[in-house]
């Protein structure tokens, strides 16, 4: 509950949480430790994601049937309500009436800074190296609510790729979310703090089919970021060869080269080199990119059929719609 300008809990009893997590294992042993009971609400096609062995109830909007679940398996006054990435639309009169103002989100950067989606893939655009837990209160923004508390990090330097970065991420939120409802049990008022939105800015979600088309013209660290951010365990960035005969190519494990002659922006894209398990790439700049992983639509590794004087191309028709196409998801998924 919320009250004069503290959020505390009395009572504490149940935690809802509402989306998805692929820690939802620990998180819920660590309720467990703390004899607190958990119940999982997510949507379809987030659910295609959970570990099948977690117990999950689905709807894709806060209807009568969802409403109803709440109100039988929960006091929301000694109850919190916790979003992690949740896909629903949390209005005014839910938000102060259903879920009592204890619905909180759990966001990984900071904010408002970094309000919005796709949170990985853009720290790795701009070479974020600060790693941010907070939790906020819900309101009817868009990660607008008031802070209730937060702690920062530092990325390890060899974390390179979403997977990698996400891995550290994961293991600093587990501890960052024990802390919160040990807090919450032992009945500690948070003072909750006001975002500065002047200093907002918001990241619209990502999708590695539709955003994750190369620029070649990218000069060649953010050539490197570019495709970094859409490594593993996403898909790949994308491009083409020669004429498209293999079709939409996926690249990963990628980095640069200065060991090789200097490039000419019109090089850009050209195989210079082929090295068995590697080829040399010639970028804009005077470093090559090395390449690892050459990916085609079915996954597999086609680099042996790479050959010399080949050149990656992405047609600017995808790359001007992959920049004005926003990607908006639903509970469903992928809005069309």
Not at 297 to 303: A, D, L, R, S
């Amino acid at each position: 509950m919320i009250k004069n300008n503290k959020f505390f809990l009395k009572n504490f009893k149940t935690v809802i949480f509402l989306g998805e997590s692929q820690k939802f294992k620990e998180l819920i042993a660590i309720n467990r430790y703390f004899n607190i009971k958990t119940f999982v609400i997510t949507s379809s096609d987030q659910s295609k994601i959970i570990n099948k062995n977690i117990n999950k109830n689905i709807f894709n909007n806060i209807d009568d049937a969802f409403k109803k679940f709440i109100k039988k398996k929960c006091n929301a006054d000694n109850t919190l309500f916790v979003s992690l990435g949740a896909r629903y639309i949390f209005k005014k009169d839910n938000i102060k009436n259903l879920f009592k103002q204890n619905l909180v989100n759990f966001h990984g950067s900071r904010l408002p800074l970094d309000a919005g989606g796709g949170g990985m893939s853009w720290k790795i655009l701009r070479e974020d190296r600060i790693d941010s837990h907070l939790v906020h209160f819900v309101d009817e923004g868009l990660d607008t609510g008031p802070i209730i508390s937060y702690e920062q990090n530092l990325f390890p330097s060899n974390c390179r790729i979403p997977v990698e970065f996400q891995s550290f991420r994961l293991t600093k939120f587990l501890e960052f979310y024990k802390n919160f409802i040990k807090k919450l049990k032992d009945g500690f008022e948070f003072e909750m703090k006001p975002q500065n939105h002047y200093l907002g800015r918001y990241n619209p979600r990502l999708s590695t089919i539709e955003n994750g088309f190369i620029d070649w013209n990218l000069n060649p660290y953010d050539l490197l970021n570019f495709i970094n951010a859409f490594d593993d365990p996403y898909l790949g960035a994308s491009t083409y060869l020669n004429s498209g005969n293999f079709g939409k190519l996926f690249i990963k494990k990628v980095q640069l080269h200065g060991g090789d002659s200097s490039n000419h922006p019109f090089m850009t894209g050209i195989v210079t080199r082929h090295d068995k398990n590697w080829i040399v790439v010639s970028t804009t700049g005077k470093h090559m990119l090395i390449v690892e992983k050459i990916l085609d639509k079915n996954g597999k590794n086609i680099i042996s059929q790479i050959k010399p004087g080949d050149r990656f191309f992405t047609p600017i028709e995808k790359i001007e719609n992959s920049r004005s196409k926003r990607v908006r998801y639903s509970s469903k998924g992928i809005k069309s």
